[in-house]
């Protein structure tokens, strides 16, 4: 596993960008593939269970993550991140309210590896390594807990800077001001779409990527 900091990027994308008009169906396609990475395996037990941080998971994705565990499917869990919008509200880093969200559903907190410091998705791996390193374990099977319309990126992440690693993953969909965001019907919604394109847009821009 690599440890290398991250890389300055010349381009800067916003969570959110107007799509195209009249994206035709092989695009659509082709973007949901991309973003939503409906073509990975499901969930399936491995060395790690990885959460990308976030300030978006609700009480049942914690209880499916302490279920798997408690079933024995992961030996331990790894909770990523610092800033993001409950970070700007309390100060507390998203990682740290994962650690508490899994405890809450009856994780063991010795079970739980805490990365803290990351503010972009490169960064949640890469600043995981050393970590995982520094608690002897070293995987090669893990499976990915993270927002369905962030989960292309994150596995293609995973991919670049941990290759020998194999992945399988656990979307779960999220809510921006009611609208939730799918696989299946982001076109029909603005705000979905809007999230969806800027997703797409890094996995295809961003040059750690390509």
Known sequence: MGTDGCEARTVQIPHEVDPPPDLTPAVIDEVTRMVFA???PEAAPGDLLF???TSAIATPVYER???????????????????????????????????????????????????DRSTNTFDDVRLSAPLLADAGLRP?????????HHMGRCLRVLETEWP?????AAPYDHEY???????????????AARRVWAEYLKITTYPDLQ
Do not use: N
């Not at 899994?102 to 994780?107: K, P, R, Y």
């Not at 020998?164 to 399988?168: D, R």
């Open 38 to 40: 409906t073509d990975a």
């Open 51 to 53: 959460m990308f941080g």
């Open 65 to 115: 993550c302490a279920s798997w565990i408690s079933d024995g499917w992961f030996d331990r869990v790894l909770v990523t991140g610092k800033t993001g919008v409950s970070y700007d509200e309390t100060g507390v880093p998203l990682a740290h309210s994962m650690r508490d969200g899994l405890t809450s559903s009856g994780v063991d907190r010795r079970r739980i590896l805490v990365q």
């Open 140 to 148: 090669t099977s893990m499976c990915v807990v993270a927002k369905s």
């Open 164 to 168: 020998e690693v194999s992945t399988t």
């Open 177 to 191: 001001g009611g609208v939730r965001v799918m696989a299946d019907d982001w076109v029909g919604s603005e705000p």
